[in-house]
């Protein structure tokens, strides 16, 4: 079936330093591919997506690349701040379910210090 | 323009008892989705409803059911509770139509906490 692998957190960085949050995916044909993030107390909001192999979605500073050879879709950021601090999700929809199902990752949690 | 909303925010239930979640979806979605999400676990997808009916299913048993209503709003139902259903559970919403994708969104949640 599909699943998606994440590092485990917590990340911790420091202000302005650079990020990148390891995602893994095992899917059959070719899923769609995103990452959500959830704030403190609050439901997840999509960060970004990629639909096909080659594909970067980008957002707020963040960026993921779909690279369908080594079936990841990391996520990065140049220069991290405070605000970013919250908990990444990883997680694939496929064909096979009409890219209506949504399967996600464990989560990753960063702490960003100033 | 209002958002995915879900009632209560948290609930306190013993085991055995009986829950039911709420949720409006956003304005102009016909498609909503409940996930369950264990503490300090990702979501894990329970069942979809489209046009009052269940559309798709995840590996949940058939304790956990749901609605739909003619105003596309949805309720979840679970059924002689266990510890194992405290969790934080998500509706989501989204259109239903062709594209490759239809993006999800997701309320706030509601905090079940089985005693």
């Known amino acids: 079936g599909n699943s998606v692998t994440q590092m485990e957190g917590p990340v911790t960085l420091s202000e302005e330093a650079f990020l990148i949050i390891n995602c893994t995916y095992t899917?059959?044909?070719?899923?769609?591919l995103f990452w959500y993030v959830q704030y403190p107390g609050e439901g997840l909001q999509l960060l970004l997506k990629?639909?096909?192999?080659?594909d970067k979605g980008s957002n707020k500073g963040f960026e993921a690349t779909y690279r369908k050879e080594t079936t990841s879709f990391h996520l990065e950021k140049g220069s991290v701040q405070v605000s970013d601090s919250a908990v990444y999700f990883c997680?694939?929809?496929?064909?096979?379910?009409?890219?209506?199902?949504?399967?996600f990752g464990t989560g990753t949690r960063l702490l960003v210090s100033p | 323009d209002a958002g995915v909303t879900q009632s209560p925010t948290h609930l306190i239930k013993t085991r055995g008892q009986q829950v039911t979640l709420r949720c409006s979806p956003k304005?102009?979605?016909?498609?909503v989705s409940w996930y369950q999400q264990a503490l300090g676990q990702g979501p894990q997808f329970i069942f979809q409803?489209?046009?009052?009916?269940?559309?798709q299913r995840g590996n949940f048993p058939d304790r956990f059911s749901g609605h739909q209503f003619p105003n596309y709003s949805s309720e979840l139902n679970v059924n002689a509770l266990l510890l194992g259903d405290s969790a934080l559970y998500l509706c989501?919403?989204?259109?239903?139509?062709?594209?490759?994708?239809?993006?999800?969104?997701f309320g706030p949640g509601t905090r079940l906490t089985v005693l």
């Open positions: 989501a919403s989204s259109f239903t139509s062709a594209a490759s994708y239809n993006e999800q969104f």
């Open positions: 899917a059959t044909g070719y899923p769609s």
């Open positions: 990629a639909t096909k192999a080659d």
């Open positions: 997680a694939l929809s496929d064909r096979s379910t009409g890219f209506q199902k949504l399967v």
């Open positions: 304005s102009g979605h016909d498609t």
């Open positions: 409803y489209y046009e009052e009916e269940e559309r």
